[in-house]
């Protein structure tokens, strides 16, 4: 990485996600507190943390469902504070694909027209294309189904094709594996792998270690606080580095009191569902600048 | 290129036509329940407007086959003696038709002599007489070469039956013309009696050459009677056109004792259907639109998750409410065609005829239907847009 490209980075033009000491705040609760986060393009982030912890809000915001009280961010350098409804509407629909846990299929729809509904907000309906998505998730038989006639595995499935049939640079997933038995959840992992490995970046949010620890780089946050930062790939970490990026930080002070420690983080299920072999297990940071 | 984007187009309005049919074709409880509601709304409007435009068309009917609704005569001391001339005749026959459909027949009346007491004849001609006055009620036969028809209590007073005969005379005083029969009595056999328990009935009805031969005189027509198929406003506006033209020699005037009941029925009718028609499109309005909001209410997850997808808030109104109008077009095509059966039943009932179909008031119900669900949904519609895209996140 050369010197000007780490300093692009540095000032957040590299980074396809920049935020910059974010906040949302209801009334007196702050359910994201001074949130300051990078996250270059083709990294796969996970975002952990117990309920409350302030991870919808983060992914509300960081789908443009939400604007931040304090603070700004920035999706491919551009600020989304001034944008209006439509603009982020518009933002949405070409930038992020969204995998929910409920899945979120429109009920009324089959399986392949849940996909062309995606394209159809996006630009242009093209059966084919929205056929290969559905094929690449392993559904293509599946295609002419309502979702009350798929199992939750496949409703998901669909989910992803969804979510990656207009090509986003950014595929948002909340608890994507949330309702998932094992055999599926795999299937919805590797689907994600192959989208990382094709250049794609995901920001999962899990409860779920093993699907935590697939991603290259995880955070743990806590009362809307960052309470950790944690890189499963050393090599991403690194380049991340070297490209300019700084560890995530909160500028609010960890309420470490009665706080739950999220799984992945010195969680014994964790170790044995991935047989204790996690690529780099240090917390690196714990809310301090 | 173009035809590249042609292509895209349909494709997406294919999209979008698909999602509109799964709405609805799909999801069959609440699109059964919209359409229901559109569907009474409309049924009841079309009865009700088939029956207050058909009832009166059917009375009045009816009521011109009890005689004249207009009536048209020299003005007085102006053509009286030469009467309307056939060409006046046929020009304001021609005035008259080209307002509303109507039959007319004409009567020259005469003075004459029975028993050596003056009666007054009717030179008509009878064809025209007989299907202007249906109700007329004749014993034998209606006039004929050589045969007349006198009136009841004429008949009554001179001891006069079917098949008699019996001699009128001229006036010598009274011939005009140079004709052979003029100031001379003539026998004649009374072929035919009428009963119409109103004036007719003093009067002895000739074919009109009989009348021509016995004054000895060609003449126009004392009366025109008209049977218009309109109602009071149209007869008044005939009336009035005919009349301003005064240059014609003739003055018109509507025979008020059918018009007056025509008006009176229909102002009743039509009170009736403004108050039951104002009732069923609020009900209309209220049933579409709570349906609507039900729909809305119920749907809210899935128009957030549209809205995560990237549609915009007018994208979302126009599928809701292309949405009702599915609904309002289904309702008021099944509500229409309801509506028409329940009104040919109530015209056999009452009127025993069978009711024709309006197309255009069938056309007017439909678009009426649609654009009161879309009106009626218009404020749910407005909810919908207005669903918050993060609302999918925060039900997890």
Avoid at chain 1, 196 to 207: E, F, N
Avoid at chain 1, 208 to 228: F, K, P, T, W, Y
Avoid at chain 2, 88 to 116: I, L, S
Wanted: glycine content about 10%.
């Amino acid at each position: 990485m050369t010197q000007a490209k780490a300093s692009e980075f540095q000032s957040g033009g590299g980074m396809l996600l920049d935020l910059d000491h974010v906040s949302k705040i209801y009334g007196d609760l702050h359910a994201l507190d001074d949130l300051n986060l990078s996250v270059p393009q083709g990294q796969w982030l996970a975002v952990v943390g117990s309920s409350g912890s302030g991870k919808t809000t983060l992914m509300n915001i960081l789908g443009c469902m939400d604007t931040p009280s304090r603070g700004s961010v920035r999706l491919q350098g551009r600020p989304l504070e001034d944008l209006s409804q439509s603009q982020l509407a518009d933002v949405r629909k070409n930038v992020i694909g969204l995998v929910f846990q409920k899945f979120y299929l429109v009920p009324h729809l089959t399986a392949l027209e849940n996909v062309m509904v995606a394209q159809y907000y996006h630009s242009v309906v093209d059966e084919d294309q929205a056929m290969k998505a559905l094929d690449r998730v392993g559904l293509a038989d599946r295609a002419r189904h309502l979702p009350s006639q798929l199992s939750g595995g496949e409703q998901q499935r669909v989910c992803v094709a969804r979510a990656l049939i207009n090509e986003p640079k950014l595929i948002l997933a909340d608890e994507p594996t949330g309702n998932l038995d094992e055999a599926n959840e795999r299937i919805v992992l590797d689907l994600f792998r192959q989208l990382h490995d094709q250049g794609t970046s995901l920001i999962v949010v899990t409860h779920d270690a093993l699907v935590a620890s697939c991603a290259q780089r995880e955070i743990m946050l806590n009362h809307g606080v960052l309470a950790g930062e944690q890189w499963n790939d050393e090599e991403a970490k690194r380049a991340y580095l070297a490209a300019g990026g700084r560890p995530a930080f909160s500028g609010a002070p960890v309420d470490s009191g009665d706080q739950d420690i999220p799984v992945g983080f010195h969680d014994p299920t964790k170790t044995a569902k991935t047989g204790g072999s996690l690529p780099g297990s240090a917390i690196d940071g714990k809310g301090g600048r | 290129m173009a035809a590249d984007r042609h292509k895209s187009h349909m494709t997406n309005t294919r999209m979008f036509l698909t999602m509109l049919f799964g709405a609805v074709f799909r999801r069959r409880g609440r699109a059964l329940m919209a359409v229901v509601a559109s569907l009474v709304g409309a049924a009841t409007l079309f009865c009700l407007a088939a029956v207050c435009i058909e009832a009166p068309r059917q009375i009045n009917q009816e009521m011109r086959s009890y005689g004249a609704n207009l009536v048209v005569s020299p003005i007085q001391g102006d053509n009286r003696s030469a009467g309307i001339e056939q060409g006046m005749v046929d020009h304001t026959t021609h005035m008259v038709t080209a307002k509303a459909p109507a039959r007319y027949a004409t009567y020259r009346y005469e003075t004459v002599q029975v028993n050596a007491g003056a009666r007054v004849m009717a030179g008509i001609h009878p064809d025209q007489v007989r299907q202007l006055n249906r109700h007329w009620s004749v014993e034998g036969s209606w006039p004929r070469p050589g045969s007349v028809m006198v009136g009841r209590d004429l008949a009554d007073s001179l001891g006069l039956t079917t098949g008699k005969r019996m001699t009128i005379g001229y006036p010598a005083s009274q011939v005009t013309g140079t004709g052979k029969g003029g100031g001379q009595g003539r026998d004649f056999r009374v072929g035919g009696i009428v009963d119409t328990g109103g004036p007719e009935d003093r009067i002895i009805y000739a074919d009109l050459a009989d009348l021509e031969l016995l004054t000895g005189a060609k003449r126009g027509t004392d009366v025109i009677e008209y049977s218009v198929n309109t109602m009071t406003s149209g007869l008044k506006t005939i009336a009035a056109s005919i009349n301003d033209m005064t240059s014609m020699g003739v003055k018109a005037r509507p025979v008020t004792r059918i018009t007056a009941g025509d008006s009176h029925t229909i102002a009743m009718l039509q009170s009736l259907f403004w108050l039951v028609s104002v009732v069923v499109l609020v009900l209309t309005f209220v049933g579409v639109g709570t349906t609507m909001a039900s729909i809305v209410s119920q749907r809210r997850s899935e128009i957030g998750l549209r809205k995560a997808l990237g549609a915009s808030s007018r994208g979302i109104a126009m599928e809701f409410l292309a949405e009702s109008a599915c609904y309002g077009l289904a309702g008021g095509l099944i509500g229409t065609a309801l509506g028409y059966g329940f009104a040919r039943l109530l015209c056999l009932s009452v009127f025993q005829r069978p009711l024709g179909f309006n197309w255009w008031l069938a056309l007017g119900t439909v678009l009426l239907s649609v654009a009161i669900s879309m009106i009626a949904s218009i404020r749910p519609v407005l909810r919908a847009s207005r669903i918050d895209p993060a609302l999918v996140l925060r039900e997890e």
